[in-house]
């Protein structure tokens, strides 16, 4: 387990994708702060995907949580369509 640790922390870019779609607890939003914070601490980059809104995150995460993804990254919204859906109707 402290390898996993060690491993999160350190290497040069964790991402994370998908965030929202987890089963949600104080427990995972307490590891994912944890996560944030001790990267930042560490001057290392994070890529967070997500389809929630601003509002979304706040609703879904800790105030402390939700603080840290909104005012530590750049936020940026990606459009186009759904590759997954045109592979399922060939349409790629």
Not at 45 to 54: G, K, M, V
Not at 61 to 84: Q, V
């Amino acid at each position: 387990l402290a390898s996993l640790y060690d491993d999160l922390y350190h290497c040069d870019l964790l991402i994370i994708d998908d965030l929202g779609t987890e089963l949600t607890t104080s427990f995972t939003s307490s590891q994912l702060f944890s996560c944030m914070n001790e990267r930042h601490l560490r001057k290392k980059s994070t890529l967070i995907s997500t389809n929630l809104s601003p509002e979304e995150i706040l609703s879904t995460y800790t105030e402390r949580c939700a603080s840290r993804i909104i005012s530590n990254y750049t936020m940026l919204k990606l459009s186009g369509s759904d590759i997954r859906l045109k592979k399922k109707l060939g349409g790629f």
